[in-house]
């Protein structure tokens, strides 16, 4: 059996399970480990039977949790390797200089060269130096020794536009248009089943209308109410990320997308990654609802908005 579960999306956190054969994956991990666990409970799926973590970007709402998670279990986390490097970059920021900090640290690496020193200074060197006035305590030799933030149990590389498996469970990973490193949406395969998650993109670019075909399930982004968006409580420059094209999909652009473009083969298509500033549901719904008009069946095309706060009911294959 194919199952599909929507834990959490929108702008406080995003989190999917996926299931096929023995196989279960966590697609982002964007709440807190223990949140992760009990909306999994809730929704009759055992977070120790987790495989693996799939992760679409970096941003803190598709990774909060990932960390505490990955440790917790034991399990691989898959990303590409630019998400994975601004997401270590995102936890261990590297550490901002005064003016006046960086002219001591130029003196006292002049100092050095001057007592002839003669070693090459990396940039870690520049960095262990600019910290040399801070006296550590004395390390406990009995104490474990403790792990960097960005420590996982095991991390593997993907690459957009590269099929790879996770056991039972083919991905296809492609290249989404969003204000990250490297972010992707995913096809997963099981048993025949195929599942698209395709959310935070600025636009619908040509690869990716390519990927959202034939699917069985089609979870696709409907962030925001344009009028809402722009008379709503953001200053302007976040609204101006959001309406560009590596920002998030309007309720238009999705409808439109649905309308015009989608072949409207899925037998579910669900909503996320809505805005609770900058929509509502009943204005997603409905604009959903009549661009699907065209692509009217009996057994495809049942219409469902994954919610912030609440689990998405099982969807089985």
């Not at 001591?104 to 040399?132: K, M, S, W, Y």
């Not at 982004?221 to 959001?242: A, F, I």
């Not at 996320?272 to 009996?298: F, K």
């Amino acid at each position: 059996m194919v199952r599909f579960t929507v834990l959490a999306s929108g702008s406080k956190g995003n989190a999917s399970v996926v299931t096929g054969g023995q196989t279960r994956v966590l697609v982002d991990a964007g709440l807190s480990c223990r949140e992760l666990f009990r909306r999994m409970k809730d929704a009759g799926e055992d977070p120790a039977a987790l495989d693996a973590i799939v992760i679409t970007h970096e941003h803190s709402d598709h990774v909060a949790g990932l960390a505490v998670t990955a440790r917790k279990l034991g399990i691989p986390v898959y990303f590409t390797e630019g998400t994975h490097r601004a997401w270590m970059r995102w936890l261990q920021p590297r550490r901002q200089m005064t003016y006046k900090q960086w002219m001591e640290q130029c003196r006292q690496q002049a100092a050095a060269r001057e007592a002839g020193d003669g070693a090459a200074e990396t940039e870690e060197q520049e960095v262990a130096l600019d910290a040399a006035a801070e006296t550590p305590e004395a390390p406990d030799p009995t104490a474990e020794p403790k792990k960097a933030p960005a420590w996982l149990p095991a991390v593997e590389y993907f690459a957009p536009g590269t099929p790879f498996r996770i056991g039972d469970i083919a991905v296809s990973p492609f290249t989404i248009p969003h204000d990250a490193a490297d972010p992707v949406g995913f096809v997963f395969e099981a048993e025949g089943a195929r599942l698209a998650v395709a959310t935070d993109l600025g636009y619908m670019p040509p690869n990716v209308k390519e990927q959202l075909k034939s699917l069985d399930l089609l979870m696709l982004e409907s962030n925001h109410d344009l009028d809402m968006l722009r008379d709503g409580p953001y200053p302007w420059s976040v609204k101006q990320r959001v309406l560009s094209r590596v920002g998030h999909l309007s309720n238009d652009a999705a409808s439109g997308f649905l309308e015009q473009e989608y072949d409207g083969q899925a037998t579910y298509v669900i909503l996320g990654h809505l805005s609770e500033s900058n929509n509502l549901p009943e204005l997603a719904r409905v604009a959903a609802e009549r661009a699907l008009a065209s692509h009217a069946s009996l057994l495809a095309n049942r219409l469902l908005l994954a919610e912030q706060h609440t689990p998405l009911e099982t969807i089985c294959f």
